[in-house]
């Protein structure tokens, strides 16, 4: 079975409550949870209080950390990097959690024009927001989903109190990572989208179209924030969906043409394209402009919440004046990953029957064509 997740931000969102819900969702990844929060060593200095409560009315799952009187103090991005990467945690959840953490850092350093080096954490830093960001990667990547949406975000209101004083909603660093993603003001005061709920929506660079068409609801969940917020439930919806039968969804295509750059500059300047969280894919081929000159054609697939984002790193990384943007509707077979030894591989649904490959990356090391395709080919037989 795969899956999509659309996340229905009625309160808002923050990494506590994303935690919530999805276990709201999932109730099954508790254990997985609490075994990746102690190989992350955090259950040393923080207790997780998992419990069922309501919210605004609806019933919900709120998850707390508290944090140990004697939990020594860290938060400089590079010691936390460290840390997870020291970890016991495994490969998966231990990339995604730097990932999250990344973003963070990034946004942190472009609003005060520092290093990322350099970068000092100041809330979310503490001990039970490092356990946020490590419950929300151990989730994301222990639910198996294959794609993920959201709504409109709420945008806030007002100020909020920060070791730097008090600024304006949302925050510099959150409005850094929700750039190109929709809002709506409903009017209610505060902060509505956190630093680290923010982090976790750029990591998962959802669309804002809703499910892909077809899809199936197989169920829902609700966490609850710690605000109780006027007129509106402070709630996190999840709905989860299954894609066997859904084949279609939406893409921004980015198109430009570039007749003033070596092809050695074009390489480095789509690697840096490439490496942006809502890029699908990033190509060009070459051919003849006019004055005859030989010209290259860039084509850049995008999620669609992150398509201005996009057009601008296009500008900002290469020559041209001018973009062509445009949606587009995307096809899909739907894939599931399996394991064959050492090897992955890939199953794809096709409409005459599902086929099988083995990840290339995974065959490089086997010296000799004809042993690389014999191992290919035991694995698709297994």
Known sequence: MTGHIHIDAIGGLSGDMFASAMLSTQPDLRGPL???????????????????????????????????TDAPPTNHWRDIRAQLESSALGDAVKRTAIDIFEGLAVAEALCHDIPVEKVHFHEVADWDSQADIVAAASLIVNSTVDSWSCSTLPLGRGRVKTQHGLIPIPAPATAHLLTGFQFTDDGVEGER?????????RHLAPTQNGPPSGA????AGAGAG???LPGIPNICRLLRFDLVSAAVDMIGSIAFEIDDMTPEEIAVSLDHIRAHPGVLDADYTMGYGKKSRVRYRVVVQTQPALLDDVAALCLSETSTI?????PLRRHVLRRQGNQSGTLRTKTVARPGGATTKVESDDLRDIATLAARRK????????
Request: proline share 3%; no cysteine; glycine share 10%.
């Open 216 to 219: 199936t609801l197989i169920g």
């Open 322 to 326: 001018g973009l062509r943007v445009e």
């Open 34 to 68: 609490l075994d990746d929060l102690r190989d992350a060593g955090l259950l040393d200095l923080v207790t997780p209080q998992i419990t069922d409560i309501r919210k605004g009315g609806f019933g919900a799952v709120q998850v707390d950390f508290s944090v140990a």
């Open 375 to 382: 191992a290919a080919l035991e694995a698709v037989d297994d």
């Open 193 to 201: 989208i956190t630093p680290t709920g923010a982090a976790i929506l």
């Open 226 to 228: 710690q605000r109780d």
